[in-house]
């Protein structure tokens, strides 16, 4: 890889760093809102299943379909944000830098888990799905950060 393109990668993941934490904060603030004015019914499509990944399925096009407008908001969003982390890891993964890979996959874990425990709290409506959703948020917020040091650090190294 020439030192060109390897400038045009490292531009590419920083801009990625700063839309992921952009979006976590917006997504925080959604979830913020679902928390406050938001009353889950604990009785929909999806509550309570046998089996949890088809109620975590079941739950979240109950809640983009029929939730509440914040709701709806607030599990389009979260999916648009798992596609933005996918591709934020992807394009770390393309720098062959350990400190860019591994903190683009610490908050794609993130982001995974705080998704997960998301449906899981359309699921079961338990309060520790919540504290975990929040942990998911914490940790991703952590490794974006650090990957955006990272990846600026390697392009002011490079640049020089």
Not at 56 to 82: D, E, M, N, R, Y
Not at 92 to 121: K, P
Not at 122 to 149: E, K, R
Request: no cysteine; glycine share 10%; charged share 10%.
């Amino acid at each position: 890889m020439d030192r060109k393109q390897q400038l045009r990668i490292n531009f590419l993941v920083r801009i990625n760093f700063l839309a992921a934490l952009v979006m976590l904060i917006i997504q925080f603030l959604l979830g913020m809102a679902v928390n406050l004015f938001v009353k889950i019914p604990t009785d929909h499509p999806g509550s309570n299943p046998p089996e949890y990944f088809s109620g975590v399925a079941q739950s979240v096009t109950w809640a983009i379909l029929h939730g509440h407008i914040l709701l709806a908001l607030h599990a389009i969003f979260g999916l648009v944000l798992f596609v933005a982390a996918l591709m934020t890891l992807v394009s770390g993964i393309q720098t062959r830098r350990r400190g860019i890979v591994l903190s683009s996959a610490f908050g794609f874990i993130g982001i995974l888990g705080a998704g997960f425990n998301g449906g899981s709290f359309l699921n079961y409506h338990q309060d520790f799905s919540s504290m975990i959703m929040a942990t998911g948020f914490a940790i991703a917020v952590v490794a974006y950060s650090a990957g955006l040091y990272l990846a600026n650090e390697t392009t002011t190294s490079a640049a020089t």
